[in-house]
């Protein structure tokens, strides 16, 4: 099959992918509460038991779908064992750093290593598109610049994944404005695998939201936040992806400048939000508390967990539509 | 919600302000130049290049993290969380 049925490729790689990672899901949950690999849910009064390490139904999806999508599509088998790759070994840092949490330091430098089958398979165009200028000669820098994207990336991701639902549910909502930028760009190939991001997001969404029956642990947020990166990169829309992606930076910029520089988030004794007994959750007032965007939200004063999560993603499905606005921006300027 | 419209708002001013970077970035420091002919040359003027582009992200990274401390320290103080 060729690029001109790329219709019914991106709607393979969809359902075949949203299929797998909804099996594999309560199967992997199971396997993992059985381990006694769970965590408490600590937003909640009853402080509930919820299986860790979930995000390998994620990684499992996301493999199936790629390896049906590279059936389907032979000719595209480099763009896609690229992204699987880079996916797959910021799942394996995710799997380590579960069971043995990696330092505040270690994690970042391992996950910037995720990006080696993009450097190796030579993926990558270095010549981004850049706002009123247009393309950028790149050439030396761009091959640095993406271990750094693919850290930024998958550690964000990994920041925001505190609450029910909050990772899947905006990351989603990234992928889906992705998957139309992409196909306005007429980059076929990235868009099919940014469809099974979206997919492995929306079934798994569908456990993690509140309330949460698994958690997808470092294992699925340093994934998911390193294939982002990746789809960012094979697809040239790396201005898009920052834009995009503003609420995830806002979320861990103030969340590091906050407590001054890179720290282990277990390392951090205060924290920025507080359960109050109506099990209502509200701004931290401590003065050393990390500013999140959690506690940006909750400034304004108390709110439920699910409506934290809901205006997380407004805001992220905001910043996605002047992602979009910004490539509109790109695409008349040039 | 009433409450996500400030922060929707520092998102729009966040991206404004990354737009007006790129536009100063396209129009300056994309301009600098030390020649293309040597291998030495081009490091330098995609070093240098790099360097003013990441000096102008830092000031965006800095107008964005005080509008946002600015927000939540008036909304602690309004909403008497403050300690």
């Keep these: 099959m060729l690029d001109n049925n790329w219709a019914i490729n991106l709607g393979i790689t969809f359902t075949v992918t949203f299929v797998a990672t909804f099996a594999a899901t309560p199967i992997v949950a199971n396997a993992m509460r059985s381990r006694g690999i769970t965590g408490v849910d600590i937003h909640k009064k009853s402080k509930t038991k919820v299986p860790e390490m979930c995000g390998l139904a994620v990684l499992i999806g996301l493999a199936i779908g790629t390896i049906v999508y590279c059936l389907t599509m032979p000719l595209a088998v480099r763009e896609a064992t690229a992204f699987i790759g ?27 290593l995720a990006c080696v089958p993009i450097l190796v398979l030579g993926t990558y165009v270095p010549y981004p598109d850049i706002p009123f200028y247009g393309t950028v000669r790149l050439t030396i820098v761009y091959p640095i610049l993406i271990p750094i994207a693919i850290a930024v990336t998958s550690n964000s991701i990994n920041m925001m994944d505190v609450m029910n ?4 549910g905006t990351v989603a909502i990234i992928t889906f404005a992705m998957l139309g930028i992409l196909l306005w760009a007429s980059e076929l190939r990235t868009a099919s695998l940014a469809s099974g991001l979206l997919a492995a997001m929306l079934a798994f969404f569908y456990f993690n939201r509140f309330p949460s029956r698994v958690f997808g642990g470092d294992t699925g947020s340093l994934s998911v936040g390193a294939a982002l990166g990746a789809l960012a990169i094979l697809g040239r ?8 992606l503003i609420p995830h930076i806002m979320n861990s910029f103030y969340g590091l400048s906050s407590v001054r520089g890179l720290r282990e988030r277990r390392e ?61 921006i790109m695409v008349s300027v040039k | 919600m009433k409450r996500i419209l400030p922060l929707a708002a520092i998102e729009v001013f966040v991206w404004f302000v990354l737009l007006l970077i790129t536009f100063v970035i396209s129009k300056e420091a994309i301009e600098i130049s ?24 830092l000031v965006w990274l800095l107008a964005w993290k005080k509008v946002a401390d600015l927000y939540l320290s008036r909304m602690l103080f309004h909403h008497g969380t403050n300690a």
Excluded: C
């Design chain 1, 237 to 244: 829309i790396e201005a898009v992806t920052v834009v995009a």
């Design chain 1, 165 to 168: 639902g909050s990772m899947p």
């Design chain 2, 34 to 57: 030390f020649g293309t002919a040597t291998l030495v040359e081009r490091i330098a003027t995609q070093t240098v290049r790099l360097l003013v582009s990441a000096t102008l992200i």
């Design chain 1, 86 to 112: 880079t996916v797959l070994i910021a799942g394996a840092i995710g799997i380590i750093d579960d069971l043995h949490p990696l330092g505040a330091r270690t994690k970042p430098l391992l996950t910037a």
């Design chain 1, 268 to 328: 951090i004794l205060q924290r920025p939000t507080e359960l109050l007994d109506n099990g209502l959750l509200r701004a931290s007032n401590q003065k050393g508390a990390p500013v999140t965007l959690a506690r940006l939200i909750l400034a304004a004063g108390p709110l439920g967990e699910k409506d934290v999560v809901r205006a997380m993603m407004i805001l992220t499905a905001v910043s996605s539509l002047l992602g979009v606005f910004t490539y509109w």
